[in-house]
């Protein structure tokens, strides 16, 4: 490919927001930032746009996507929401959370949303581009992040044309993105029981003791892969920079990129001070530099297992997997 991208990044202003609400709604596919990371979205309520999502990031089928809609209100069209779920949704969004709950049999979006499964994951994003643009449109939007499947996720404009210039049809330029990993994602069985199944930047153990009885706190389990897929972001291999990837680092070989942290200095440091939150806002975009850099293997220094950084170091161990 020559220098000049075939994909347009356009700025997410007033002008651009409504272009994008157009694209989609004639089934394109636009990569929107979120709080998390960007998202590739698309009219969750249309097959042959979903199945677009498929194809630019030749995702896999069993894969389920996160539909994105504006509040619990918009949510329970297609959801059913009860007990704590219904809870923390009316108190927790918009933010950094999805919930996968039965999907109603009347929710009328297209069926690969949910990858066959009974169950459907939303969330209601707080960043207001996405917030814009889900006011803009009259569907909610499926959006898994804006890369190729496995790859390095975006939270950049530029890392989302890394990977897919040329086969969607819009970024729309909001900026960084803050947070810098995906969504918590949160399963409540029926027992009552909290499936974490995927870390991400929201706390469990902490919406228990502002939401619930912090003396009577709940059963949260962490996802092992024994029930099988149930959201994204669960496979076992993903956020691949295309290189192997060797965890807790002090040092690094003649041959490696280092990605420091703390007291460990790196080519790229995700946060001097040892600050996870910011951390976890760089991780990605270290990731993507130490792809492109000369060296053939990666490095990273050990990151606290706490708060954010159990996100940090799951997609840390899915990218060296």
Not at 83 to 96: D, F, I, N, T
Not at 185 to 214: K, M, Q, S, T
Not at 242 to 250: D, F, S, T
Request: aromatic share 4%.
């Amino acid at each position: 490919m020559s220098g000049k991208n075939v994909t347009d990044i356009v700025l997410a202003d007033v002008e651009g927001i409504a272009k994008a609400a157009r694209i989609l709604e004639s089934g394109g596919l636009v990569a929107v930032p979120t709080e998390t990371v960007y998202g590739l979205a698309a009219r969750a309520d249309s097959p042959e746009a979903v199945a677009r999502i498929y194809a630019a990031k030749g995702r896999p089928d069993f894969n389920p996507l996160i539909v994105h809609v504006r509040d619990l209100e918009q949510a329970e069209r297609y959801g059913v929401f009860a007990g704590a779920a219904r809870v923390l949704a009316g108190k927790e969004w918009p933010g950094p959370l999805t919930l996968v709950v039965p999907r109603r049999a009347d929710a009328g979006l297209a069926g690969a949303v949910s990858a066959g499964l009974p169950t459907i994951a939303m969330r209601a994003p707080q960043h207001p581009v996405m917030r814009a643009l889900l006011q803009a449109v009259d569907f909610p939007l499926a959006a898994p992040s804006a890369n190729r499947s496995g790859f390095i996720s975006p939270t950049t404009p530029e890392h989302v044309l890394a990977s897919l210039d040329g086969r969607i049809d819009m970024v729309l330029d909001g900026g960084p993105c803050e947070d810098g990993v995906e969504s918590t994602i949160l399963l409540i069985d029926p027992e009552g029981v909290w499936h974490e199944l995927r870390p991400g930047p929201i706390y469990l153990p902490a919406l228990n003791d502002i939401h619930f009885d912090p003396h009577y706190p709940v059963k949260i389990v962490r996802a092992t892969g024994e029930r099988g897929i149930e959201a994204p972001g669960q496979l076992a291999s993903h956020y691949a920079p295309g290189k192997p990837v060797r965890l807790n680092a002090g040092a690094a070989e003649p041959d490696e990129f280092l990605i420091g942290f703390g007291a460990v200095h790196g080519d790229c440091t995700l946060s001097a001070s040892g600050d996870i939150n910011e951390a976890a806002a760089r991780l990605y975009a270290c990731l993507h530099e130490a792809a492109r850099a000369r060296q053939p293997r990666i490095a990273v220094a050990t990151v606290p297992d706490e708060g954010v950084g159990r996100a940090i170091n799951d997609r840390l161990r899915r990218a060296a997997a």
